[in-house]
């Protein structure tokens, strides 16, 4: 069975900085996907970033980027020049095939400070 | 054009009732997939509709039942309520056969057991 472990509960971060988040993954599939989730306190689950697995190239949406270690089974998100509209709960989730379902992280709460 | 809506937002029961949230996914999605996020942690799949029938489900006890409708609607139903049920519900929606990404989540029905 897949698991997803993110060891990092909370981070903190001031604003304009850059923050790492954690996340590893066990598997035993060579093709799946793999997500950024984050969740503000409204709890609208919404998608920051994705990887495919079968993809070398580590994914950026503006701010945020990844980088994905498919051997460690690691897949760590950056954000970038931190805003203070980050501050949510993130969740890294794993799927194993695009009918599948997401398996999720417990999450990290990031707090973003002016 | 409407995302994933869901209903109600909050709901309020006692141990031994019986509970229906309700679901009606983006336009255009024909597959409903529902999440069970407990306090503090990440969320949990329930079960997965696709076709008007259950096509895949997750580690919960049959009190958790679902129905699809012709629409794509979705209901959850839990029977026999437990305060362990206590949680935020999501759904989330998505199109057999498109994009892994594009899995759109509503903004959840917070359940409290009493």
């Known amino acids: 069975a897949q698991t997803v472990t993110q060891s990092q509960p909370e981070m903190s971060v001031q604003e304009a900085e850059t923050v790492t988040l954690s996340c590893t993954y066990d598997?035993?599939?060579?093709?799946?996907?793999l997500f950024w989730y984050k969740q503000p306190p409204s709890r609208q689950m919404i998608l920051v970033i994705r990887?495919?697995?079968?993809?070398?190239q580590n994914a950026t949406e503006n701010r945020f980027s990844v980088n994905f270690q498919k051997a460690a089974k690691s897949f760590s998100l950056k954000i970038s020049d931190s805003q203070l509209g980050d501050t949510a709960m993130y969740f890294c989730?794993?799927?194993?095939?695009?009918?599948?379902?997401?398996?999720f992280g417990t999450g990290t709460r990031l707090q973003v400070f002016p | 054009d409407a995302g994933v809506t869901q209903s109600p937002t909050h709901l309020i029961k006692t141990r031994g009732q019986q509970v229906t949230l309700r679901c009606s996914p983006k336009?255009?999605?024909?597959?409903v997939s529902w999440y069970q996020q407990a306090l503090g942690q990440g969320p949990q799949f329930i079960f997965q509709?696709?076709?008007?029938?259950?096509?895949q489900r997750g580690n919960f006890p049959d009190r958790f039942s679902g129905h699809q409708f012709p629409n794509y609607s979705s209901e959850l139903n839990v029977n026999a309520l437990l305060l362990g049920d206590s949680a935020l519900y999501l759904c989330?929606?998505?199109?057999?056969?498109?994009?892994?990404?594009?899995?759109?989540f509503g903004p959840g029905t917070r359940l409290t057991v009493t």
């Open positions: 990887q495919e697995a079968y993809k070398q």
């Open positions: 509709y696709y076709e008007e029938e259950e096509r």
């Open positions: 598997t035993s599939e060579n093709n799946y996907y």
């Open positions: 989330a929606s998505s199109l057999e056969g498109g994009s892994p990404y594009e899995q759109y």
């Open positions: 336009s255009g999605h024909d597959t």
């Open positions: 989730a794993f799927m194993r095939d695009r009918t599948d379902k997401l398996i």
